[in-house]
């Protein structure tokens, strides 16, 4: 699986748009990219993922770049319920029997009032 | 559906006691994971099971971790003796099929504290 790269922390300002960065250079053509958070003292909570084309939910949008060495997630307003952990994680979509995903250090995001 | 349901959330003992956490995941999920979270290691997979079958264990750090599936709503993962350097959160996270192999629902978490 292609290795990430993310900031160790960030902070945005309550009610801005959170971008989150990662970079995966040695992504290959079939793997996705995933992403999750942790809020403090919870399970981690998957967000999107995607493997070319932009994608976005009721969470978050997920921005590749057109060569897929990197993606942006962004939580377009962020709140202060948002204050957590993000992790970017790139992975096959069809694993077969190697479910290991690995999860890195993530993102420490602090939303601030 | 109530999510992964995990107890107990928190369970202190002392070295040398056995040591048993226990999951329901979602109906119909087919496949349940054990990860162990400390802050020097992060987030590790212990052993993950497929239609109630341990797929791979290679995680599970030494013998006295074992886990078990006896049905499709019920997961244990146990550790005897224990010893401090358990000490950890234990996440149980369960998912569906193969389209859905990376999209994993979490439970809240056991905190474990061995004295």
């Known amino acids: 699986d292609a290795k990430t790269t993310q900031p160790t922390s960030m902070d945005c300002a309550e009610g801005r748009a959170a971008n989150l960065p990662c970079n995966h250079s040695t992504i290959s053509g079939n793997e996705y990219v995933y992403w999750y958070r942790q809020i403090h003292s919870q399970g981690p909570q998957y967000i999107i993922h995607?493997?070319?084309?932009?994608e976005t939910n009721e969470m978050a949008s997920l921005i590749i770049t057109e060569d897929r060495k990197s993606s942006t997630l962004i939580l377009p307003h962020a709140t202060l319920r948002d204050t957590a952990v993000y992790y970017c994680i790139v992975r096959h979509h069809n694993a077969g029997n190697n479910r290991k995903l690995i999860w890195g250090l993530g993102t420490s995001l602090a939303v601030n009032p | 559906d109530a999510g992964v349901i995990q107890s107990p959330r928190h369970e202190v003992t002392e070295m040398g006691q056995e040591v048993t956490l226990r999951c329901k995941p979602i109906?119909?999920?087919?496949?349940l994971f054990w990860y162990r979270q400390t802050m020097m290691r992060g987030l590790e997979l212990l052993i993950y099971f497929n239609n109630n079958v341990p797929i791979d264990d290679s995680g599970m750090p030494e013998d006295r971790f074992s886990a078990k599936m006896p049905n499709a709503s019920f997961s244990t993962l146990k550790i005897q003796p224990s010893e401090p350097r358990d000490s950890a959160v234990y996440f149980c996270a369960s998912s569906f099929g193969i389209s859905g192999a990376n999209v994993l629902t979490f439970g809240a978490g056991s905190r474990l504290t061995v004295l």
């Open positions: 995607g493997l070319k084309n932009n």
């Open positions: 109906s119909g999920h087919d496949y």
